[in-house]
């Protein structure tokens, strides 16, 4: 007989990453709500424990980037950050992708997109549920990171000259 854990961990494997992160926000007391944004450019806005997507985002791949970004927002950014041509707000800015860089893909996905075989950037992005612009943002953001490779546990993920993951015997 199945334990309520058991069914629970079933019920949350089940969903998609869209799902997981909006479940983690009401976890935290955060609402998540849809919302038409006058402007297009604006795709999520977070305040006061509210997370506002805009509506007219169609797929599921890239409301879950801009809910990653804005949870990132929620846990790293501090005050109205509104203004990008203060160093402090670009910053802040940084630093909520970075949080959704890592929740959504990290280092640990592109190892598991390497071990699932994908074979271009399109099936890494389809696997780890996020767009391939996304994608690109964070492997570039890693490779400002990390610079030209990083080793983790028995894998050596290359940044230049294009992304590559080595596994070592």
């Not at 791949?61 to 804005?70: D, I, Q, R």
């Not at 790293?76 to 160093?87: A, F, K, R």
């Not at 959704?100 to 390497?114: D, E, M, Q, S």
Request: charged share 30%; hydrophobic share 35%.
């Amino acid at each position: 007989m199945d334990t309520r854990s058991d069914i629970l961990e079933r019920e949350v494997f089940a969903m998609n990453s869209f799902e997981r992160l909006e479940d983690e926000a009401c976890k935290d007391g955060i609402d998540v709500v849809s919302r038409d944004f006058r402007s297009q450019r604006i795709k999520g806005l977070y305040c006061d424990m509210t997370i506002g997507i805009n509506r007219k985002i169609d797929t599921y791949a890239e409301k879950t980037c801009v809910l990653a970004e804005e949870l990132g927002h929620h846990h790293t950014s501090v005050g109205n950050i509104l203004d990008m041509n203060d160093v402090r707000s670009r910053k802040q800015e940084r630093q909520a992708r970075l949080w959704g860089y890592n929740k959504l893909i990290g280092l640990t996905g592109i190892i598991r997109a390497f071990r699932a075989g994908c074979q271009s950037r399109h099936e890494m992005a389809e696997l780890l549920d996020v767009t391939e612009e996304y994608l690109q943002e964070c492997i570039d953001c890693y490779r400002d990171k990390y610079g030209e490779y990083v080793e983790v546990d028995n894998y050596m993920i290359c940044f230049i000259p294009n992304l590559a993951v080595i596994e070592k015997v």
